[in-house]
T-cell receptor
């Protein structure tokens, strides 16, 4: 079954505003939590990951927050741009048999309004 | 640097037909994966190859077979296509098994009628 899920299937933000995309997870055994971006007609693209022993990690215009107490992960995008319009997936690397696998949530469609 | 290349990009099959989806990566990655993506759902792992010479089942392997032909190439075969296999298929690769950063191909949109 799916162990990562997203709070909202769609999110619309005004260009220039900050975006926050949320994700809940149920499995505490993951080493990493990861965010991917998928533009229309393309394959997913890695954005950022966070190790399970960290609370926050920043990248270029993105910040990922991990709250292990409530098993919640979020992706914050600063100054959202039209090019940020895409589906965003959270993922975790879960142990499956002898190997770790990336397990993806169902995605949030982010639309940036002009 | 092409990254991960999948062929074909689109395919329509009749129920019962067979086909092979091809995937090649030029990043010298050890691990390769096949996922399927259905509307409103995330990606589900079909099969993976942790390293050259090994393959293992993922979450949804039924109806599929794979071959890790060499370090670069990982193919996915549908022996007898069914309408339930209508989906978008993505090949991916990573430096090592389970790495956070995987590189995905552009996808193959398969319709089984």
């Amino acid at each position: 079954g799916e162990s990562v899920g997203l709070h909202l299937p769609t999110l619309s933000v005004q260009e220039g505003d900050n975006s926050i995309i949320n994700c809940a997870y149920s499995n505490s055994a993951s080493d990493y939590f990861i965010w991917y971006k998928q533009e229309s007609g393309k394959g997913p693209q890695f954005i950022i990951d966070i190790r399970s022993n960290m609370d926050k990690r920043q990248g270029q215009r993105v910040t990922v927050l991990l709250n292990k107490t409530v098993k919640h992960l979020s992706l914050q995008i600063a100054a959202t741009q039209p090019g940020d319009s895409a589906v965003y997936f959270c993922a975790e690397n879960l142990s499956s048999g002898s190997a770790r696998q990336l397990t993806f949530g169902s995605g949030t469609q982010l639309t940036v309004l002009p | 640097n092409a990254g991960v290349t999948q062929t074909p990009k689109f395919q329509v099959l009749k129920t019962g037909q067979s086909m092979t989806l091809q995937c090649a990566q030029d990043m010298n990655h050890n691990s390769m994966y096949w996922y399927r993506q259905d509307p409103g759902m995330g990606l589900r792992l079909i099969y993976y190859s942790a390293s050259e010479g090994t393959t293992d089942k993922g979450e949804v392997p039924n109806g599929y077979n794979v071959s890790r032909l060499n370090k670069r190439e990982f193919s996915l075969r549908l022996e007898s296509a069914a309408p339930s296999q209508t989906s978008v298929y993505f090949c991916a690769s990573s430096e090592r098994q389970g790495a956070s950063e995987a590189f995905f191909g552009q996808g193959t949109r398969l319709t089984v009628v």
